[in-house]
């Protein structure tokens, strides 16, 4: 079974740093697109980092400068770190990539469970 497992939220202060793991584990023929969402309650799910197949990113413009995305396709975990956090950054956080299993020749998207990440001021 395919799935996506994050980690490394967790409550930091304000201009802190925190760095976020997605593993994709199961039978995974092709690692394709990785990002990164964040949603607070009462929200939309909001893009916050995205990289293409070829490795290609770009990022919330509220982020720009402050979080890396990056991605180990051999490893096929994405990792976002985030620096000089804010306390509007607050929220919980989805792994989202798009998957092509190895009994499919079609690729899937999928997300992961989520894992919160408070900043306090």
């Known amino acids: 079974q395919v799935q996506l497992v994050e980690s490394g939220g967790g409550l930091v202060q304000a201009g802190g740093s925190l760095g976020l793991s997605c593993a994709a584990s199961?039978?995974?023929?092709?690692?394709?697109?990785m990002g990164w969402y964040r949603q607070v309650p009462g929200k939309q799910r909001e893009l916050v980092a995205h990289s293409t197949s070829d490795g290609i990113t770009n990022y919330a413009d509220s982020v720009k400068g402050r979080f890396t995305i990056s991605v180990d396709k051999v490893q096929k975990i994405a990792y976002l770190q985030m620096n000089g956090l804010k306390p509007e950054d607050t929220a919980v956080y989805y792994c989202?990539?798009?998957?092509?299993?190895?009994?499919?020749?079609?690729?899937?998207?999928?997300w992961g469970q989520g894992t919160q990440v408070t900043v306090s001021s």
């Open positions: 199961g039978s995974i023929f092709r690692v394709g697109a």
């Open positions: 989202n990539a798009l998957l092509t299993p190895l009994d499919s020749e079609t690729p899937n998207i999928y």
